[in-house]
T-cell receptor, first 111, second 115 residues
Framework: GENVEQHPSTLSVQEGDSAVIKCTYS??????FPWYKQELGKRPQLIID?????GEKKDQRIAVTLNKTAKHFSLHITETQPEDSAVYFC??????????FGSGTQLTVLP | DTGVSQDPRHKITKRGQNVTFRCDPI?????LYWYRQTLGQGPEFLTY????????KSRLLSDRFSAERPKGSFSTLEIQRTEQGDSAMYLC?????????????FGEGSRLTVL
């Protein structure tokens, strides 16, 4: 099955700085890579996703890059704000369209 | 609210008791997933339904766990003879009628505490 590894487990940045979270996956057939944000006590919610036919996707301050050869993808958040503080999870599809999640990155944006 | 709803939100039980959780997915979604999340970890896949058919079950899922989706709408997850290691957040998610993997819409979860 799919194995997803995520780094770092914690990340602190100053407000306004950029944050980068990286994930690697094992199944070369995986073709869909979402990122979920989970605020304390809340449900995970999709913030951005990318399919394997593109190398980069941007949505305002958030971007995801994909390197299929190296089997890794990254989340980039620019101009971080305090409301970006949360746990971020990457994921990749296993069989039957279920997602395998990484272990999460606790992002703290310091004012 | 037309999102995924789960009930109960919190359940405290004694070891050895049975518990059942219910999930109501977004009405037009035909795929339904159960995940388990422990503190500091990502959601861990338990099982998956397409309509009423249970198509996949994690190898990590013990025989004490069973899930149903009898009419292809709501789903239940039952844990028999609960153990302290079953304490976790149980998340339900649904996704729509597409032929490719897409966004999962999660419920708020059912938190289980086994004493």
């Amino acid at each position: 099955g799919e194995n997803v590894e995520q780094h770092p487990s914690t990340l602190s940045v100053q407000e306004g700085d950029s944050a980068v979270i990286k994930c690697t996956y094992s199944d070369s057939a995986s073709n869909y890579f979402p990122w979920y944000k989970q605020e304390l006590g809340k449900r995970p919610q999709l913030i951005i996703d990318i399919r394997s036919n593109v190398g980069e996707k941007k949505d305002q301050r958030i971007a995801v890059t994909l390197n299929k050869t190296a089997k890794h993808f990254s989340l980039h958040i620019t101009e971080t704000q305090p409301e970006d503080s949360a746990v971020y999870f990457c994921a990749a599809p296993g069989s039957a369209r279920q997602l395998t999640f990484g272990s999460g990155t606790q992002l703290t944006v310091l004012p | 609210d037309t999102g995924v709803s789960q009930d109960p939100r919190h359940k405290i039980t004694k070891r050895g008791q049975n518990v059942t959780f219910r999930c109501d997915p977004i009405s037009e979604h035909n795929r339904l997933y159960w995940y388990r999340q422990t503190l500091g970890q990502g959601p861990e896949f338990l099982t998956y339904f397409q309509n009423e058919a249970q198509l996949e079950k994690s190898r990590l899922l013990s025989d004490r766990f069973s899930a149903e989706r009898p009419k292809g709408s709501f789903s239940t997850l039952e844990i028999q003879r609960t153990e302290q290691g079953d304490s976790a957040m149980y998340l339900c998610a649904s996704s729509g009628k597409t032929s490719v993997t897409g966004e999962l819409f999660f419920g708020e979860g059912s938190r289980l505490t086994v004493l």
